[in-house]
């Protein structure tokens, strides 16, 4: 900062964003924000309330949280130490079940707060290599479930997924479920699993090879060809099971189906974290847009990350939806065009004033109201409403405003509708009348 304010001139130079780290302009940021909304109101409908927590953490959190072996941990945090005597090692964080936790401790825990149910929305940063639909700098719409570890919990949890995705108009997304058992169970599966490995060991990759020891069940989850073949008849976590987990497992879809919600079982299925137990889901959309990237979002049980991370155990499920996944699975579509938002065209500057006079009158009824220049031409007008995502026009040109009647052009059918209001009519009734061309 210092040799900044003492160097005499700058030379001029482009500074460009870091990659992997995206600008979000209008109208897709207003589109977000819309779809973000319905989301939040879907998790408010389902007795969630918003937590926002800090973007910077403890390193040692996520260490501890979402496992040292884990590709988040190893490969991709953005972590650095602070300029603190003790040269603290923070983390940007990479998710956000972890802080939720953390607070939820800090908070006191189930003792002040019985059962929490949060939601929160914001960046994550994860170092992996940008590409469509993998940014370093993403955004999650996640909500975490603290206090209950009945299956009726988990069930609930799959229905507000469901819903979400329904009322953000994901196209074809689907949920993966799988039970990764408990500390009864998984110990001796891990050690089927990585004995039935090593017999393979010359066909795995060299990160298998590597994962064998500290994480086995993620050589299921490799993305090798040649991996994927040699584990094919690998043994599954679901054979495995124990009686309680097995009940809970059945019990989550018996509930979650009666409910209307559709899974499928995915044995093989497996997630990046290490603090899952039982339940994990994973949402996927086979959307042309998303490409490999197909796992708009993920979940599932974390009994035992409270108590791990130095608090009274507390069980606790909970997911996380990526929200430009959920863009590129058609989830903002439905924010396309929005109906109220305005675009006034006065054509020539006489007509300026009746426009920027309608438009304020329109704004203070709560419309979104743009007012173009008079002295452009009509057709760099309209392409502006294009680009700005305007419902509609309302054209004033000079017969128009000799008349009091301007024209409304509706945006999506791209239809014109002279006269439907005069400009002397109130706002509400104005409104009404651009809306009902909007419903035609
Ligand atoms: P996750 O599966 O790591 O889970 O991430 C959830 C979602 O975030 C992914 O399905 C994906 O849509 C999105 N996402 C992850 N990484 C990227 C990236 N680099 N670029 C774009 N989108 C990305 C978790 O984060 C857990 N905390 C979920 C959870 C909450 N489990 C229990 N509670």
Redesign the pocket.
Known sequence: MLVLLVLPILPILKVTSIKGFKDVFPPAGTRRERMTTRACRVLESYGYGRIELPLLEKGELFVRAVGASSD?VEKEMYAFTDKDKDATLVALRP???ASVVRAFIEAGGAREIPVARLFYTGP?F?R?RPQK????Q?H?I???YLGRDDPAADAETLCLVDDICRATGIHGARILVNSLGDRECRPAYRESLTNFARSRIESLCADCRARLERNPLRILDCKNPGCAEATADAPLMADHLCDPCERHYGRVIELAEASGVKLQRTPRMV???DY?VRTAF??VADHKDLGS?N??????R?DGLVAQLGGADTPG??????V??MELAGGAEAEAVYADSILIAPVGESCEVAAALLARRLRLAGAAVEVESGARKLKAQMKRADKAGAGFVVLIGPEELAAGRPVVRDMIRKADYPGCFGLDDDAEAVLEAIRKVGNN
Not at 133 to 136: A, M, S, T, V
Not at 295 to 300: D, K, V
């Open positions: 988040i998710e956000g079940t994550m994860r992996e639909g993998r940014l370093r993403f999650q996640g909500a975490e997630r990046g974290l899952y994973e949402v990237q796992a708009i979002g993920g979940g599932g974390y499920i909970g997911f996380a939806l990526g430009e996944r």
